[in-house]
């Protein structure tokens, strides 16, 4: 007896065979793929936290900003205020490198600064010579300032011996003492002008005693008595050149 199974029987256990074939084939590509699905979702975070699309952004621009002189220095664009001119309206204004720091140089009468802001501390920025400074703002006017013209003066005597007295009293004129105004002289006319270096300018409206005619002034100070006259006195000029003012 022939025990060879029929053709069509044949036919069915070979497509049953592909068919498991073709499924174990499908099991086996799932599996690869899921095992390298992990390293690419890995890849992929180790990009995300090397830096958010904002922090490359600022650096690419900053590279691209960026440029060089032919030596290789790097060129810095100086930076740009809004200024308003103001002027100097005293004879010597300090310009510092910070509020009551250091002084770059003493700005004269009527020199005109850029300005950057007054700040409410008395101090105001200016620009100057590629740099922000700072100059006390009282000192800045709106219009430029013209020196006064210097009055004309004559030495009178050089190297003249001063002495002080106290404000306590009338003048030889019967006026109130002025230590911001009056000398006392037995050698020179009343109501000579003076200039006195180291004191400034005065007016001889006061006598004294004969001490004073040996050519001294005497200054009359800002004190009321003998021992804050002494006091004031030792800080003070003891000679000085003396000129006669012409008006």
Same mark, same amino acid.
């Given at each position: 007896?022939?025990?060879?199974?029929?053709?069509?029987?044949?036919?069915?256990?070979?497509?049953?065979?592909?068919?498991?074939?073709?499924?174990?084939?499908?099991?086996?590509?799932?599996?690869?793929?899921?095992?390298?699905?992990?390293?690419?979702?890995?890849?992929?975070?180790?990009?995300?936290?090397?830096?958010?699309?904002?922090?490359?952004?600022?650096?690419?621009?900053?590279?691209?900003?960026?440029?060089?002189?032919?030596?290789?220095?790097?060129?810095?664009?100086?930076?740009?205020?809004?200024?308003?001119?103001?002027?100097?309206?005293? =004879?010597?204004?300090?310009?510092?490198?910070?509020?009551?720091?250091?002084?770059?140089?003493?700005?004269?009468?009527?020199?005109?600064?850029?300005?950057?802001?007054?700040?409410?501390?008395?101090?105001?920025?200016?620009?100057?010579?590629?740099?922000?400074?700072?100059?006390?703002?009282?000192?800045?006017?709106?219009?430029?300032?013209?020196?006064?013209?210097?009055?004309? @003066?004559?030495?009178?005597?050089?190297?003249?011996?001063?002495?002080?007295?106290?404000?306590?009293?009338?003048?030889?004129?019967?006026?109130?003492?002025?230590?911001?105004?009056?000398?006392?002289?037995?050698?020179?006319?009343?109501?000579?002008?003076?200039?006195?270096?180291?004191?400034?300018?005065?007016?001889? @409206?006061?006598?004294?005693?004969?001490?004073?005619?040996?050519?001294?002034?005497?200054?009359?100070?800002?004190?009321?008595?003998?021992?804050?006259?002494?006091?004031?006195? =030792?800080? @003070?000029?003891?000679?000085?050149?003396?000129?006669?003012?012409?008006?």
């Amino acid at each position: 007896m022939d025990k060879r199974l029929p053709k069509t029987h044949l036919e069915e256990i070979k497509m049953k065979i592909l068919r498991r074939l073709s499924l174990a084939m499908v099991a086996i590509i799932t599996v690869f793929a899921c095992t390298r699905a992990p390293k690419e979702t890995e890849a992929e975070s180790t990009i995300v936290y090397r830096g958010t699309p904002s922090t490359v952004l600022t650096t690419v621009e900053e590279e691209v900003v960026e440029t060089e002189e032919p030596n290789g220095e790097p060129v810095v664009e100086a930076e740009h205020f809004s200024t308003t001119s103001k002027w100097v309206n005293c =004879s010597g204004l300090n310009v510092r490198y910070a509020p009551d720091g250091d002084v770059k140089y003493t700005a004269p009468l009527g020199e005109e600064l850029q300005v950057i802001k007054h700040h409410e501390n008395g101090w105001t920025s200016i620009h100057k010579d590629g740099g922000v400074y700072y100059v006390s703002t009282q000192y800045l006017s709106d219009e430029k300032v013209e020196p006064a013209p210097q009055p004309k @003066m004559t030495l009178w005597k050089p190297n003249v011996k001063l002495t002080y007295y106290h404000a306590r009293g009338l003048d030889a004129h019967g006026n109130k003492l002025d230590p911001n105004f009056t000398v006392a002289s037995n050698v020179l006319p009343q109501y000579t002008k003076l200039y006195i270096e180291g004191i400034g300018y005065r007016t001889v @409206m006061d006598t004294g005693s004969k001490v004073l005619n040996d050519g001294r002034v005497d200054i009359c100070s800002p004190t009321y008595n003998n021992r804050d006259c002494l006091r004031y006195a =030792s800080g @003070m000029p003891q000679r000085a050149n003396v000129y006669i003012v012409h008006e």
